[in-house]
Structures are given as structure tokens and as C-alpha cells.
């Protein structure tokens, strides 16, 4: 495994979490690291992206509330999400793209993050 995420749990409406995502650094270097998640029933989603430039880029859904950042020193990647609602209820996937426009190359198992009315 080469991508492990980390900080899910279960959290009130209104609440915070931050997720964490190690990689290997041939997977981390020059790749587009990427959050999607996928709720019960429902496709995976992207959700957040950034480059290793810091170009960060967020779904509708989620702009204002949550921000992704990278340490390219350490080859990690946050998610912290903030005033958490229910239907941000999902397991959510780490991910690492080699282009910016396509879907991740390689995932991690995913995180499971429980929002409760």
C-alpha cells in the first residue's frame, strides 16, 4: 500500500476533521494529489485537488468549508474539513494523479468520516 489515509471518525453537524494521507514519495513527487469520497449509493466524487505547486482546486459543494494542503517535505496531504454537514457523510479516498484533468493513478483504502445530525 502506497497511499494511507488517516483521521476519519464520527463527528457532529457543525463539527471538524482533518484527514491525513502518507504516500511514497516516487507517488508523491510531481503528482497531483487528490480527496474524493464516496457516500453510500452514490458515485465517487472529487472533492479536492492540489499540485505540487499549491494549486488547489474544490468542489462546489465543499468550497469555504474545507482546504487541502500538501507538505512536500514529509509527502502528505490534509483535508481539513470544517462546518461538517450530514451529507458530507462518506468514506473518503486519498488519491495521486499524474494530470490534473484526470482520475487518480493510484488510491488509497479509503477513510470512513460519519457526520451526525
Known amino acids: 500500500v502506497q497511499l494511507v489515509e488517516s483521521g476519519g471518525g464520527l463527528v457532529q453537524a457543525g463539527g471538524s476533521l482533518r484527514l491525513s494521507c502518507a504516500a511514497s514519495r516516487s507517488i508523491f513527487t510531481g503528482n497531483v494529489m487528490v480527496w474524493y469520497r464516496q457516500a453510500p449509493g452514490k458515485q465517487r466524487e472529487l472533492v479536492a485537488r492540489i499540485t505540487s505547486g499549491g494549486y488547489t482546486n474544490y468542489a462546489d459543494s465543499v468550497k469555504g468549508r474545507f482546504t487541502i494542503s500538501r507538505d512536500n517535505a514529509r509527502n502528505t496531504v490534509a483535508l481539513q474539513m470544517n462546518s461538517l454537514k450530514p451529507e458530507d457523510t462518506a468514506v473518503y479516498y486519498c488519491?495521486?494523479?499524474?494530470?490534473?484533468?484526470?482520475?487518480?493513478?493510484?488510491w488509497g483504502q479509503g477513510t470512513q468520516v460519519t457526520v451526525s445530525a
Open positions: 488519491g495521486a494523479a499524474r494530470l490534473f484533468s484526470r482520475p487518480p493513478d493510484y
